[in-house]
Every structure is written in structure tokens, then in C-alpha cells.
């Protein structure tokens, strides 16, 4: 029974350089699945995924090179952020407990602060203490207010130096659900429309369970995205998140223009979508060939 | 590398004692996937896969299972068929070519009719002659008319008698790409209707590429079906499909009840389905976490 942990650490750069000089670590390491990055938001996300050894060992390499290639003082880009390699979720994916993994985030974070003087914050189910569950609450003042924020006690970090890394920042680091990163694209420039649509399908102000949702400006696209993370994969389906927001578009007397999803998404979250789109009666992950073979093998 | 294969064993039968007995040699040799039966269509699908040699054993354990509980003088269903055993579909998935899969086929056909007593024809991509690749035209005139059909020397069986077995019938065997049984449940009792419908978006009409569809009474339910095969899982979505039928019955006045997978669906067609409901820009089974880790180990 083979130990699978997945890590998708979130970089503050999009350049094609870099990002390639990011993702050959977990390469050469065997453990690379994906990579995106966005050049409105100025970030890029690679997702990684096998033994927990080999993820770590290709993870710790690449902050390295992230360190080398980002300097945050000259960074720009629609997405918050407060470092360079901004966070580092891991996800136990099969035969690893949550409490494995929070082991595994604790010694990645360990690592880091020690091997490159990056302050690491513990967040969601690695936290050290409540208020740092949320990363927003972590990342809140971005890095440009991220060294007067550290002065307080409150916000000592977990690992690491009580400074933001000159040209690094600092990261967050921990073991939490699988989020999806679901983005949709309006077809309209008008910023208000995705902010007002993102305001009111959120979790926070009553709106879609386990939603998260952010109206960003794509600037080289001429358009407004309404940015999402699902963390309630379990029930939440992506067309009804589609159905939501087409609706409250149309009342802006706006299109849906496409989506895109960043990363890589769970089985289960397909099933759920495909469910409500077909009105299948009932239809979950046991009716797709691979994953029964692969949940099986 | 591992050889993986399908098996999608049709029998003529749907109660839950033949069902279970059925089941059970798959479940033994662990290459049970799942399995449904329609009391309409009086008909059951086992899906199994796993190594060739305990699929095979399995399969030709179940044959005797199936000779021994049905008997198809007595059998009434929506569904045409021409044998105990109707079809016996092998599907390569994994490590596994077509030529190798045709070889593990005509040895099933070979035992079955050996062991059985019962005539086997190839089909699909193990067929013998042209007139032999579609199923439905080695099907065509049912049991009822299977002994008075193999006189002529053209429907002589690839293996076993030149008659059919006596309870049991003729069976079908062979090497198919992966097919989708998707239905469309409609919410009226007007066959006319499912048969017009099923008539206008089948291939052979000009329709939607890939796709065999036919128009059925589901007698128990007191509504009519749009029973669909989807031979091209590659370039059709069954969202696409949804949305064709959804139109096609609003056109009469109908809605869409519900819809159902009878057996199990590959990836790829999940895939397409969500590209096309979310309009993702791009989007594919390698944005799919599971399938990622199970097509690399």
C-alpha cells in the first residue's frame, strides 16, 4: 500500500523562465503532474504527487530556485500574496492520515526556514493556534506590511526568522482539504459585476457551501474573472457553481465568456457536476472505469 | 506492467437470485467492477476487470451459471437478445493491445462453446467476415428465429453447433472499443415520441456521431426511454447528447424525467461532458487527479 501525498505550491512569478526552472525539480523527481500560471495574477501553481519522500525532497529543492529566480520587491499581480513561494498546501491523497501529513508539512516547513531563513507559518490543519487556520488571515497587509505585522506576538512565525525574507517574504505551509481553484471568465470589463457576483455567492455572506470567490480583473484579457476556491468538494458541483453564476451574470445583462480550472481536480467533484448536468439519478466516482482500478490497484 | 482487461458479460435476465449467482464467480476471482439489471429490459450487465487469466476464469464459471438459471423460452424483455449469455464484450484497457485482447476472446468463445454445448459467434474486431461486425446483425430475427437463421451456411457460428442451445440460445463474443450505455428517461408514456427522438439522433440517420439509439417502453415506470450506445466516447460528450434529446422532447411538449449509465464510463467522456456543460477553454482527463496517479502507476 503505497503512501501518495499531493503538494501544490502556490509561486509568485508567471514568467515562462521561471516556471521552468520551477517545475524540474519535481520532475527529476518523478513526482510532477501539472503546472499553471497566469499572467494577470502573476502566479503560478504546480501540482505534485507520490511518495511523501519524494515530494518533499523535490519541494524543498524548488524553494530553493524560487528563492533565486523571485524578488517580491518587484512583483506586481491581481492575486494577494506575501512571498515568493506564498503557500504550500499538502493533501493526503491515499494510505496517509491527516495527521501523517501534518507531520510531513512540519518538516517541509522545518526545512525551509532553516535552509533558506524564510519565515514558515503552520495554516489549516498544521495551524498552531486558531487565527492561523485561514490563510487570508496569514497573508492579510501582503507582503509589503508583512514586516511591522510580524513585530506582534501574535504573528511570530511557526518556523523561522520574526523578518519577512528580503526578497522572499514569507510562506505558509500545511496539510488541508483538497481545494479546487474554478475561475470563471465574464465577458465584460466591468470589475464591479464580478465583485458583486463573487460577494454574494460566497460561503462568508450566506451564498454556495465551501466557496470561496474573488472578482479579479484579467487586464491582458480585457475582462473580469470571478476567481474560486471549493473547499467542500464533497457536495458542491461545479455546474451548479456555472448555473449560479450565469444567472446572476444574465442579470448584469452579461455572458459567461469560458472557465478554466487551476490545478487539478478530484475525482469526486466531476461526478457531483456530471450528476446535476445529466440528471442522473445517481452517479458517483464507483461509476467511472480508472478510478475503480486505480482505487483498487 | 500490469495487463488489465474488460469484460462486459449482457445476460438475459434481471432478477436478483439469477443476479447474485451471476456476481458471485467475478467477485471470487476479485475482478468485479459492478453491475446492474433493468426489470424492463430484463437484462443484466456485469462489468469486470482485472488480469486476463481471472477474467477469463470468471467469465467462463459465470456462463455456466447463466445456462444453468435462465432459460430463454420463458423470457420476455424490452430488450432484443438472442441468448442466455447475449454478448460477451472484451474491452483492452491498460497495457494491453487489440490483436492480444481478439486472442483472449476467441479462447472464451472457444471453452464456452466447448463446455456449453453452446454456438458462439465473433464479433466487433474478432469477427470473421463483414456480415459478422455489427452485433445487431448477428442478432437480428432474436432466439425465436436463431435455428431456422443458422441453416444458412453464412450464420454457421464460429465455434460450437450449428444449432442453438436449447435454453440458452446463441451467444456473441468479441473485442469492441470501449461503448457508453447512456439512457434518457422521458417524462410521458408516448413511445412515438422516444421512437422519433431515438430515430433522429442516431448516426445511421445522420445524426450525432457514434451514437445507436433506440426508443423503449419502460412498462414498470409507466414512461418511455431513449436507450443510447455511445461507440466514440472519444469526440462525443454526454452533455452534447443531453442537450440534443432535451430539445428534441421539448419539441413534443416533453421534458426530461432523468438519465442513466448502465455499467461503468471511461474518463474521457466525463471529461468532454464537463469541457463542454463549463465551457472550459480546454480541459481533459489529465486535469483529473486520480486518473493522473492511475495511468502513471
Redesign the interface.
Known amino acids: 500500500m503505497?503512501k501518495?501525498i499531493?503538494c501544490v505550491p502556490n509561486f509568485s512569478a508567471s514568467d515562462e523562465k521561471t516556471l521552468k526552472a520551477l517545475t524540474r525539480c519535481f520532475e527529476k523527481h518523478r513526482v510532477l503532474?501539472?503546472y499553471e500560471s497566469d499572467i494577470d495574477h502573476n502566479r503560478a501553481v504546480i501540482?505534485a504527487?507520490g511518495k511523501p519522500q519524494a515530494v518533499l525532497k523535490a519541494l524543498i529543492e524548488t524553494v530553493g530556485v524560487a528563492v533565486k529566480h523571485i524578488d517580491l520587491n518587484a512583483h506586481k499581480g491581481a492575486h494577494p500574496r506575501m512571498g515568493a513561494v506564498d503557500v504550500i498546501p499538502f493533501v493526503p491523497?491515499?494510505n496517509i492520515t491527516k495527521e501523517e501529513a501534518v507531520l510531513i508539512s512540519k518538516k517541509a516547513a522545518q526545512k525551509i526556514s532553516q535552509k533558506y531563513g524564510i519565515p514558515v507559518f503552520l495554516y489549516a490543519h498544521s495551524a498552531s493556534s486558531p487565527n492561523r487556520v485561514q490563510l487570508s488571515d496569514i497573508r492579510r497587509g501582503g507582503f509589503e506590511n508583512m514586516a511591522a505585522k510580524m513585530q506582534s506576538p501574535e504573528w511570530k512565525p511557526d518556523f523561522g526568522p520574526n523578518i519577512p525574507h528580503k526578497t522572499a517574504g514569507v510562506a505558509a505551509c500545511g496539510v488541508r482539504d483538497f481545494l479546487v481553484a474554478f475561475n470563471i471568465n465574464l465577458d465584460t470589463n466591468d470589475l464591479r459585476i464580478a465583485k458583486k457576483i463573487a460577494s454574494s455567492i460566497r460561503e462568508s455572506n450566506g451564498g454556495i457551501k465551501g466557496l470561496k470567490a474573488l472578482g479579479l480583473e484579467l487586464k491582458s484579457k480585457n475582462i473580469v474573472q470571478v476567481s474560486m476556491n471549493i473547499t467542500n468538494t464533497k457536495s458542491t458541483s461545479?455546474?451548479e457553481i456555472?448555473q449560479t453564476v450565469k444567472k446572476k451574470a444574465r442579470n448584469f445583462g452579461v455572458e459567461?465568456?469560458?472557465?478554466?480550472?487551476v490545478g487539478?481536480?478530484?475525482?469526486r467533484i466531476?461526478?457531483s457536476?456530471?450528476k446535476e448536468?445529466?440528471?442522473?439519478?445517481s452517479?458517483d466516482d464507483?461509476?467511472?472505469?480508472?478510478?475503480?482500478?486505480?482505487?483498487r490497484?
Open positions: 503505497e501518495i499531493e503532474l501539472g501540482t504527487a491523497i491515499k461545479f455546474f456555472y459567461i465568456k469560458n472557465s478554466e480550472l487539478l481536480a478530484p475525482m466531476l461526478s457536476s456530471i448536468a445529466l440528471k442522473f439519478d452517479f464507483d461509476k467511472i472505469l480508472e478510478y475503480l482500478l486505480w482505487d490497484h
